[in-house]
Nanobody, 115 residues
Framework: QVQLVESGGGLVQAGGSLRLSCAAS????????MGWYRQAPGKQRELVAD???????NYADSVKDRFTISRDNAKNTVYLQMNSLKPEDTAVYYC?????????WGQGTQVTVSS
């Protein structure tokens, strides 16, 4: 089992910044990908960004140049720095931790961007 603890969501005005964190604990293997997905009301869950153990990153086009994903392998933690936030970034953000052997999700954290 892997446990994921998310933090950092909240309410921010358009143009502002937030930083999300997700710490993994439990039976973690050495090679895994961590990422952030989001789901807005009435929409499907979508990938925001992910990062491999080697540090390779992948971003949704809608967040490129505004969001930065990073990870601390020693702490099994992934971060999402979100800058220049827009109202359309409003969603529940979910941390994901996956390997060839498992796939875990966090409980989600609400991000609300007011115009």
């Amino acid at each position: 089992q892997v446990q994921l603890v998310e933090s950092g969501g909240g309410l921010v005005q358009a143009g502002g910044s937030l930083r999300l964190s997700c710490a993994a604990s439990g039976s973690i293997v050495s090679i895994y990908t961590m990422g952030w997905y989001r789901q807005a009301p009435g929409k499907q869950r979508e990938l925001v960004a992910d990062i491999t153990t080697a540090g390779r990153t992948n971003y949704a086009d809608s967040v490129k140049d505004r969001f930065t994903i990073s990870r601390d392998n020693a702490k099994n933690t992934v971060y999402l720095q979100m800058n220049s936030l827009k109202p359309e970034d409003t969603a529940v953000y979910y941390c994901n931790h996956k390997s060839p052997w498992y796939d875990y999700w966090g409980q989600g954290t609400q991000v609300t961007v007011s115009s």
